[in-house]
């Protein structure tokens, strides 16, 4: 039973324009979400987090807005950029400090 | 480089056998985190300690175990291994829940 779910594993989007990566999750307990970026060859490097009491953190490029009716966040990445190609994942933590990722999308920017 | 190292890089090993696989956190990082990720699982957290104590626990097999040492760093042991503990194995540490700073991880393969 996936609590986390990336419904898209790849994306490709032209450089310059908006990149928008989704998750969606199953359990309303959770605390805070993150998203990763992974290179292939090394770990994941976190991007960005939001709480569960906000709707919307913005870090730069980086905005990730929560739709918490919907069970729904979502990444958004502008303007896109050659190096953000990479694999996005998206993780939930609950209130014991457990964290479940999801899948992960492949982001491919076109020149 | 995120502070976070991992050892060795890889390992080669058959069926049956026992490995340890070792990680030391970022100076002054009282977290670590173990995770899997497999190719049909995607990254799955395994087993947080903090501070020398076990902390949180995900999806660690019982043949699998952890522990973190008075010098803060962590070793993940895996034994009685099957093909399909084949994996990418990371570690992460951190001071705060919402940034982890993972390590490039031990690619195991069980042969």
């Known amino acids: 039973d996936q609590q986390v779910k990336q419904n898209s594993p790849s994306l490709s989007v032209q450089e310059g324009r908006i990149s928008i990566l989704n998750c969606d999750y199953t359990n309303s307990m959770f605390d805070y979400f993150l998203w990763y970026k992974k290179y292939p060859a090394e770990g994941p490097t976190f991007l960005i987090s939001i709480s569960s009491i906000k709707d919307k953190n913005e870090d730069g490029r980086f905005t990730v807005f929560l739709n918490k009716s919907a069970k729904h966040l979502s990444l958004h990445i502008v303007p896109s950029q050659p190096g953000d190609s990479a694999v996005y994942f998206c993780?939930?933590?609950?209130?014991?400090?457990?964290?479940?990722f999801g899948k992960g999308t492949r982001l491919h920017i076109l020149p | 480089d995120s502070g976070v190292t991992q050892t060795p890089k890889h390992l080669i090993t058959a069926t049956g056998q026992r490995v340890t696989l070792r990680c030391s956190p970022r100076?002054?990082?009282?977290?670590v985190y173990w995770y899997q990720q497999s190719l049909d699982q995607g990254l799955q957290f395994l087993i947080q300690?903090?501070?020398?104590?076990?902390?949180a626990k995900g999806n660690i097999l019982e043949r699998f175990s952890a522990q973190q040492f008075p010098d803060l760093h962590s070793e993940l042991n895996l034994s009685s291994l099957e093909l399909g503990d084949s994996a990418l194995y990371f570690c992460a540490s951190s001071g705060l829940v919402d940034t982890q700073y993972f390590g490039p991880g031990t690619r195991l393969t069980v042969l």
């Open positions: 993780a939930a933590v609950n209130r014991d400090d457990k964290i479940i």
């Open positions: 100076s002054g990082d009282l977290s």
């Open positions: 300690y903090y501070n020398g104590e076990e902390r």
